[in-house]
């Protein structure tokens, strides 16, 4: 295993349900990711978590809502999805993340979890 | 701004054969490039990196890559395919000079079929 869980692996939901993503990592990482995966797209990061600060926010929708409580745990927020949102929710960890990029910059995911959004 | 591009969707190659997953990216300055592969019902795992120093980068299960800085390309071949190679490859970029996007960015990915 890569030491990154996921859970659910799995999660069917209504338009209007709200639910969460869980990520928790134990490999002592400073920097936490999450990425959407949709067939034949190219893999989409949506945030990205220094030290539990928020450094990258790619314009993603605010009915996906991130949390990063500690170095070890990320969180997405889910309210008032889109069916297009239906995808594989991908969590990741490295290292760091620093300006400069690391010669041992490695980055360790989770095995996702599938959403649908009904 | 840093992008990359998969051209082929899926590759089909016979067992023991040679295969190639191309990869080309773009970014301003030098780029560090990475392939990872994700097996079924898995995220996906790093295989090999480049960062510096020689074009050729070997790297997990027999895999190596080829930098080509003129053609801006980051093929990954195997000598000889195995069954089990079957998965799907992601090729990555990070521009050294771009500190404003940290993380890396990927490409669609490239379906690896491997025939017996």
């Known amino acids: 295993e890569t030491g990154v869980t996921q859970t659910p692996r799995h999660l069917v939901m209504g338009m209007t349900n709200k639910k969460s993503l869980k990520c928790e990592q134990h490999l002592g990482h400073n920097a936490m990711y999450w990425y959407k995966q949709s067939a034949k797209k190219p893999l989409e990061l949506m945030f990205v978590y220094s030290l539990e600060e928020r450094v990258e926010n790619n314009s993603v929708p605010s009915r996906f809502s991130p949390e990063c409580p500690n170095s070890s745990h990320l969180f997405l927020h889910l309210h008032t999805l889109q069916p297009e949102d239906s995808a594989l929710y991908l969590c990741?960890?490295?290292?760091?993340?620093?300006?400069?990029?690391?010669?041992?910059?490695?980055?360790?995911f989770g095995s996702g979890t599938q959403l649908s959004v009904l | 701004a840093q992008s990359v591009a998969q051209p082929e969707d899926q590759v089909n190659v016979a067992e023991g054969n040679p295969l190639t997953v191309k990869c080309t990216y773009s970014?301003?300055?030098?780029?560090?490039l990475f392939w990872y592969v994700q097996y079924p019902n898995r995220g996906l795992q790093f295989l090999l990196k480049y960062i510096t120093g020689d074009n050729l980068v070997k790297g997990s299960y027999g895999f190596e890559a080829e930098f080509n800085k003129s053609q801006t390309s980051f093929h990954l071949k195997k000598p000889s395919a195995l069954v089990s190679d079957s998965a799907l490859y992601f090729c990555?970029?990070?521009?050294?000079?771009?500190?404003?996007?940290?993380?890396?960015?990927f490409g669609s990915g490239t379906r690896l079929q491997v025939q017996p």
């Open positions: 970014v301003s300055g030098n780029p560090y």
């Open positions: 990555a970029v990070r521009d050294i000079e771009d500190t404003g996007r940290r993380a890396l960015t």
């Open positions: 990741a960890s490295s290292q760091d993340i620093a300006e400069r990029p690391a010669t041992n910059e490695k980055l360790f």
